[in-house]
């Protein structure tokens, strides 16, 4: 089981880093590291430790940047995920496609980063990965395809991006969202919402059961 402790910064760096690393993260917490943005700045940064209650209990694990700055499509966010490999850092995963914030790590070894796209949808941008039982190799969750086969009420769907939790695997992973009917404009769902179960089988986001929240006053048929 992983320590879900985030050292956030600035704090001394010294301590944290290796002394021999891959990548060197003694600038981590105010300069942008392995970046495609221009003008960029950092906006949160910090790092996971193991907490497996053996001999590498408080070894570092993941460290990541939350990134602002510009490039071709204009103002934008991204993100750098590092892992450690028992020598040093190296890039676990990077992305500039939009805004990003601070990831979380839970009891079962998920790591979820929450993002979101530009323009008023809001679309999801967000990562996940499950660390496996060899305590080093980092799986992807293919996050695209979840909403396949979950059943909404009649006439009503998601237009825009959803609340991803995965915070607590004991109550179950979920994601939230508003409601829309046909002819409610974009800005204001008034089906109600939705809180859908999720499962991770093998490296797929699978959705699964939806409760059905009616809007209020309004009673569900």
């Given at each position: 089981?992983?320590?879900?402790?985030?050292?956030?910064?600035?704090?001394?760096?010294?301590?944290?880093?290796?002394?021999?690393?891959?990548?060197?993260?003694?600038?981590?917490?105010?300069?942008?590291?392995?970046?495609?943005?221009?003008?960029?700045?950092?906006?949160?940064?910090?790092?996971?430790?193991?907490?497996?209650?053996?001999?590498?209990?408080?070894?570092p694990?993941?460290?990541w940047?939350?990134?602002?700055?510009?490039?071709?499509?204009?103002?934008?966010?991204?993100?750098?995920?590092?892992?450690h490999?028992?020598?040093?850092?190296?890039v676990?995963?990077?992305?500039?496609?939009?805004?990003?914030q601070?990831?979380?790590?839970?009891?079962e070894?998920?790591?979820?980063?929450?993002?979101?796209?530009?323009?008023?949808?809001?679309?999801?941008?967000?990562?996940?990965?499950?660390?496996?039982?060899?305590?080093?190799?980092?799986?992807?969750?293919?996050?695209?395809?979840?909403?396949?086969?979950?059943?909404?009420?009649?006439?009503?769907?998601?237009?825009?991006?959803?609340?991803?939790?995965?915070?607590?695997?004991?109550?179950?992973?979920?994601?939230?969202?508003?409601?829309?009917?046909?002819?409610?404009?974009?800005?204001?769902?008034?089906?109600?919402?939705?809180?859908?179960?999720?499962e991770?089988?093998?490296?797929?986001?699978?959705?699964?059961?939806?409760?059905?929240?009616?809007?209020?006053?309004?009673?569900?048929?």
């Amino acid at each position: 089981m992983l320590l879900r402790l985030a050292i956030f910064l600035p704090v001394s760096l010294a301590l944290a880093t290796p002394a021999i690393a891959q990548i060197s993260l003694k600038s981590i917490g105010d300069t942008c590291l392995q970046t495609e943005l221009d003008d960029c700045k950092v906006l949160t940064a910090g790092y996971f430790n193991r907490a497996d209650y053996w001999d590498d209990e408080g070894a570092p694990l993941i460290a990541w940047q939350t990134q602002a700055g510009i490039s071709e499509y204009g103002v934008m966010g991204g993100f750098v995920l590092f892992r450690h490999d028992g020598d040093g850092w190296a890039v676990l995963d990077k992305g500039f496609d939009g805004y990003f914030q601070m990831p979380s790590l839970n009891d079962e070894n998920v790591l979820h980063l929450p993002g979101y796209s530009q323009g008023t949808g809001a679309f999801n941008t967000d990562r996940l990965f499950k660390l496996e039982d060899d305590g080093t190799t980092w799986t992807p969750i293919d996050m695209d395809n979840w909403r396949v086969g979950v059943e909404l009420p009649e006439d009503l769907e998601i237009w825009k991006g959803v609340a991803f939790d995965f915070s607590n695997p004991w109550s179950g992973y979920v994601a939230r969202s508003g409601l829309w009917r046909p002819d409610d404009g974009n800005c204001c769902p008034s089906g109600g919402s939705a809180v859908i179960s999720l499962e991770i089988e093998g490296d797929t986001l699978v959705g699964k059961e939806v409760e059905y929240i009616p809007p209020t006053g309004e009673e569900e048929n």
